[in-house]
């Protein structure tokens, strides 16, 4: 190695270690050894003079330094720090004018004219046919990703690699076409194979949601059973809410009383008391009616427990509520359970039997409850009247 492409080494490592970004993954030091590497390989199979292999190895190190400044482009600024380079080191204009023209062949917009330039393009797609191209590939399209450019899914950079290899690229040189091109074509068959598993995996993927889109139609039972459980959840959160209610009225009438009776009544044995009774009699009264329909609306109905097997067969008794079987041994219910679940349309009718019963045991909970709320209401709004008419009368 000359003095010079020691020179040039040394810059670019220092170069790339104070001004390249390390969002440039692929676009390194790495690859830049490796097409040196790549550029030798082909000055050794190839029929140079000393100054072209020079200005090969210099061009080989120098041809990505314009991605310190931009992406797009760098090739132009890869031309202007080499030619900077160069000049500081006293290089002769020839030279570096090969320099720059092996550096901009490294554009992939045209195939290279001189066979310098066919040499550089090779080294620098040298990767294509080597072992180790999935990691440069994958390192490649995350660099595009972290440079915000383009993000390819992987699929998407597989349909685009295999692009690269068929449409896109050609080795140039007599070397590489015999040597490389047999490597290139065996990473672009794993391409193509791995292509195929993706499709093959996207076909079985799109059937199996198809097949599911179709069951789903065609078969209602999902749909159905969804609203049986919905709608039951429904009526059971309604009458939560009602034995809630009742129980906030239980407790506030409760209260009243006890509050009456600690406080009022004692006091009503006074000669100048005696225009409180009437009030007082009317606020316990309605507290106590008040008391005894909440009650009413949360006290459960006792059931016979029981139920024949006559019954059972003429679907004339819901054997999903507890209160129709308690009282009856387990083999019977079994057996009962089993009738039902022999029939699809036995189960529904049970089902539906079963939110009928609860929405009738609702309607009398809601009935009992507006009528507790109405006499509360009216009976805080006499006693307070009544207070005020009996202090009035005074």
Known sequence: MTDLIKKADDFVLQLFKEKLPNSYIYHNYNH??????????????????????????????????????????HEEESVKIATAFLEDNNVDKDTIQMVNDCIMATKFDSPPKTQLGKIIRDADSSH?????????SEFLRQELQLLNIKNFSPLEWLNENIRLFTEKHNYYTEYASKEWKPLKDKNLSDLLEKQNKQKQKLKKEETKAKLKAEFKNNNPERSIQTLFRVTLRNHIKLSDIADTKANILLSVNAIII???????????????????????LILILFSVASIILSIMSTRPNVTSGEFTEDQVKKREVNLLFFGNFHKMPFEQFKWGMKEIIKDKDYVYESMMLDLHLLGKVLQRKYFLLRLTYTVFMIGIIVSVISFVVAFYLI
């Open 32 to 73: 830049t050894q490796r097409v040196v590497k790549s550029t030798k390989e082909l000055i050794e199979n190839s029929q140079l003079n000393v100054k072209e292999e020079e200005a090969l190895l210099l061009a080989a190190w120098l041809h990505d330094t314009g991605y310190t400044k931009k992406f797009k482009g």
């Open 258 to 280: 006890s509050l009456a009776l600690a406080n009022l009544v004692p006091k009503l044995d006074a000669v100048s008391n005696k225009h409180l009774l009437i009030p007082s």
């Open 128 to 136: 294509l046919a080597k072992e180790y191209f999935p990691e440069t």
